[in-house]
DNA sequence: ACCTGAACACCGTTCAAGT
DNA sequence: ACCTGAACACCGTTCAAGT
């Protein structure tokens, strides 16, 4: 997901065209809308898009990295002053809230999560060192990686992508995860 | 997905054809294969398959019933000598262990357990009771209800599925879902 | 270097003709 | 009632020709 800076200027205008035709698209009609369809909002030849991005999940990245990036540095705004574990948790909310703009995007998240786009860095770093400060003052079992918070953020988002009254499903599924079905 | 008795003889063994062969193309080729593949190996024509199975999720819920059948019985036979929250983990983990014979299967997982299919019943009258028990006895929380099970197993067989060392990692998003990502 | 879009391949789905 | 498979529609992907 590097950025060639050897891409000659029309063929840069072309990329960042296709990426901001690919998020009306996919605002509009979700993942599963036809690559052609893009490339048209984007005045541009499908060659041109599979030039640029070689599967639709390397699409999907690049337009989609805007976006966690936004959320990568509101997170660190904002939750400054939460106690560890509740920083932690807003985090998986707020990632799980974000994932359903597109619909089916659910489904390629994990994907997502590993592309190496900035975005995907950034809410990576956020991610580990909220759960690592979480750890290191005990509130946190030490056995749990960052990729079971991306395991459980893809689990939910995916679980309940066709059920209504999401943010309550969410902040409840998010809730079990925390403090476990167990009764206290 | 009632029994239509006034089926008539050879559209019935038509019908157990093409189970059969889905069964053993979703076992080679995984729930992305062409449904025309499964139609030839069936030796009928395509069209029959449509008559009989109007999405390819039907299909895939009528082929998946016998296994999640035979689970649930495994389930009644095995689980008595258990305690209540144990028996309920064993199924969970069961379930989710189950799900991957088919590749892809994990994604239409949510959908086949609300198929109403005879073994999607099954399973779900078992859990329901696993739930309940572990409920009465106290140890699980009372607003856990059996569609966050569903949702959780879902959760688990998407988000592992391309995962090495998957009965590792189900065990222990399994037990973190149990016992919470909190220190004891 | 890069762009274009016709051409090819493949799959899902329907439906007229046949038994 | 049911089956067949040709026909149609649609989408992904490639690549020869053009700038």
Redesign the interface.
């Known amino acids: 997901m590097e950025q060639k800076t050897t891409l000659r200027a029309d063929a840069r205008q072309n990329r960042e065209r296709i990426i901001a035709a690919a998020e009306e698209v996919f605002m509009e009609q979700g993942n599963a809308t036809s690559l052609e369809a893009v490339a048209k909002r984007a005045g541009v030849g499908i060659g041109t898009l599979y030039r640029r991005f070689a599967t639709r999940d390397a699409l999907l990245a690049a337009t989609y990295s805007d976006r966690l990036l936004a959320f990568a540095q509101t997170c660190r705004e904002g939750m400054a002053q939460l106690d560890a574990?509740s920083a932690l948790r807003a985090y998986l909310e707020g990632m799980v809230n974000h994932i359903n703009i597109y619909e089916g995007l659910a489904?390629s998240i994990?994907m997502v999560l590993q592309s190496g786009t900035p975005g995907c860095e950034a809410v990576g770093e956020v991610g580990a060192q909220l759960l690592s400060q979480a750890q290191q003052c005990?509130?946190?079992?030490?056995?749990?990686a960052f990729t079971?918070l991306?395991?459980?953020m893809?689990?939910?988002s995916?679980?309940?992508e066709?059920e209504s009254e999401r943010p309550a499903?969410i902040a409840?599924?998010v809730s079990?995860?925390?403090?476990?079905?167990?009764?206290r």
Chains 1, 2 share one sequence.
């Open positions: 574990p489904a994990g005990g509130a946190v079992r030490p056995d749990v079971d991306v395991h459980i893809t689990a939910i995916l679980a309940i066709r499903r409840h599924l079990i995860f925390f403090d476990g079905v167990y009764s």
